[in-house]
């Protein structure tokens, strides 16, 4: 006899959701992979993209969003907001980590100004303002020995990228007693943006140069032309604290979380619209799809990370941070960073190794069904797609270390493209799968619809079916099939980004 007034209840709560007062009324929408994934819409995911670039550019943030910044800032408060009015319980947690503020730099050779797309400041660089001679560095400068001999101190050095990382070439350049250091790419491209030693203190004014702005300052100084340089740098070095933004649903099972995260921090060189902000915005949308569906068996954390760019800081501090019994809880991990790069490839984390070529603390049991359920998805609707290794490069390697199981989908980033990725994928032969990687062009021109929309809706599908399933079957690991092995089962060059952050090459 209570059927009556509990049906005119939902139609009084359906109409109260439709005047706006409730943001969603899941209690007919049962999750399921397919509803979930055909949620997900690409306007939505450039709607969040849009919403990044604004607070990159606001009066003050210097078109970046590096952590704790007025653009980094900003956008935790914006996820933060999108997760407390789709229902869930919002934590923000703050990691202090030095931090550099790039007020300006120039480069003038000769009396030429290098343009300003052409250079970019190291993160915990030196200040300074210095003219002086430049002295080419042979051998790429990642040798004390490469010094020897060679009258550096005071003057301007110039090293080649490569075989060693900038921390390296930056502590023995400093050893040396460099005026100033530039290193230049050995890619195609802009200027790597990347960083030194966090102990500021040890590390020599240091500027990136592109490759196509040093090749004829190279070429001159082989030719044993004695070039002078004028170098300023003008930087604020400090300790600066950020947030991780943290969301868990109310349903589900609170003692089976799976975690869903992607860097929300860019490099201080530009906005990184697709470093991560392809991935944070996918996060962001499938927290508010989710949150229109109702029969979770276990519950989601959707999470952001801070200072993911200097060394995974943020993913770190919340797992060493969780006690015991909170870290058990979590069944697995997805991790999204960069998934909509314009020279994409269609890249899944190899879960079980089966490529060989993953580095660090191997895979936990799981991590390889979570690969299967991603590699299903896009047998089933016809893309092909790459191995992708765990390496130390994002934020699913705190995961990965302290034993839960861990996948995801990328696109790439600084990696060059291989002829047999152009047959899988279409797309520029030798060219970074983001061209923009770590560059101030990371901009909303730097974004590719169809793996953006690809990924997103492929994480739906993998996460629909994680969130109604016991994880101790779905988990599970069973051997490979040939049917998703054949021909795709092979490792992408990642490139750049497949090393440790804070030990960039």
């Not at 952590?67 to 914006?78: E, I, L, R, W």
């Not at 990642?142 to 502590?171: H, Q, S, W």
């Not at 797992?319 to 909170?326: D, G, H, K």
């Amino acid at each position: 006899m209570h059927i009556l007034p509990a049906y005119l209840a939902l139609l009084a709560a359906a109409s109260i959701a439709d005047a706006g007062i409730l943001p969603f009324l899941p209690i007919f929408n049962k999750l399921t992979p397919a509803k979930y994934e055909a949620s997900i819409q690409v306007k939505n995911l450039f709607g969040h993209s849009r919403k990044l670039w604004e607070f990159a550019t606001l009066p003050g943030a210097n078109t970046t969003r590096a952590f704790g910044t007025k653009g980094y800032n900003a956008s935790a408060d914006y996820v933060a907001r999108l997760a407390k009015t789709h229902g869930y319980r919002v934590e923000r947690q703050t990691v202090v980590y030095p931090a550099t503020t790039i007020i300006s730099n120039s480069l003038n050779v000769d009396g030429q100004e290098i343009p300003k797309a052409d250079l970019t400041t190291f993160q915990y660089s030196a200040p300074a303002s210095l003219t002086a001679p430049l002295v080419l560095v042979p051998s790429l400068g990642c040798d004390a020995a490469n010094y020897a001999g060679l009258d550096v101190a005071g003057k301007i050095a110039l090293v080649l990228r490569g075989n060693c990382t900038f921390v390296e070439k930056g502590a023995l350049a400093f050893a040396a007693k460099v005026g100033g250091l530039i290193i230049h790419n050995n890619v195609p491209g802009g200027p790597v943006a990347s960083r030194l030693n966090p102990e500021f203190a040890l590390n020599p004014p240091t500027l990136s140069l592109s490759q196509a702005a040093a090749a004829p300052i190279v070429a001159r100084l082989n030719a044993g032309e004695a070039i002078e340089a004028t170098l300023n740098i003008d930087v604020i070095n400090e300790q600066r604290a950020s947030d991780n933004v943290i969301a868990t649903s109310k349903s589900g099972n609170q003692n089976k979380i799976l975690v869903v995260g992607a860097h929300l921090d860019s490099v201080p060189a530009g906005a990184g619209i697709n470093d991560d902000g392809s991935g944070t915005a996918t996060v962001a949308e499938l927290a508010i799809q989710l949150s229109k569906f109702s029969g979770l068996k276990n519950a989601v954390r959707f999470a952001w990370w801070t200072t993911e760019e200097v060394g995974l800081v943020g993913s770190d501090y919340y797992v060493e941070n969780l006690s015991a019994t909170e870290k058990s809880k979590i069944f697995a991990n997805i991790n999204l960073d960069m998934t909509a790069s314009t020279n994409y490839i269609i890249g899944i984390y190899d879960g079980d190794n089966s490529t060989g070529v993953n580095t660090g603390s191997p895979a936990p049991a799981g991590s390889g069904a979570i690969e299967k359920l991603y590699q299903k998805h896009f047998v089933k609707r016809g893309n092909n797609y790459t191995s992708y290794a765990f390496t130390s490069g994002s934020d699913y390697r705190p995961f990965l270390d302290a034993g839960i199981p861990s996948g995801g989908v990328t696109s790439g980033a600084g990696g060059l493209k291989t002829a047999q990725q152009v047959e899988l994928f279409g797309g520029q032969l030798g060219i970074a799968f983001d061209p923009c990687y770590h560059q101030l062009c990371d901009n909303l021109n730097n974004l590719a619809a169809d793996p953006y929309l690809w990924h997103a809706r492929s994480s739906a599908d993998v996460i629909a079916q994680l969130l109604t399933t016991d994880p101790k079957v779905i988990l599970k690991e069973v051997p490979q099939t040939a049917q998703l092995k054949s021909g795709f089962d092979i490792a992408a060059d990642i490139g750049h980004e497949c090393h440790a952050h804070l030990d960039e090459l």
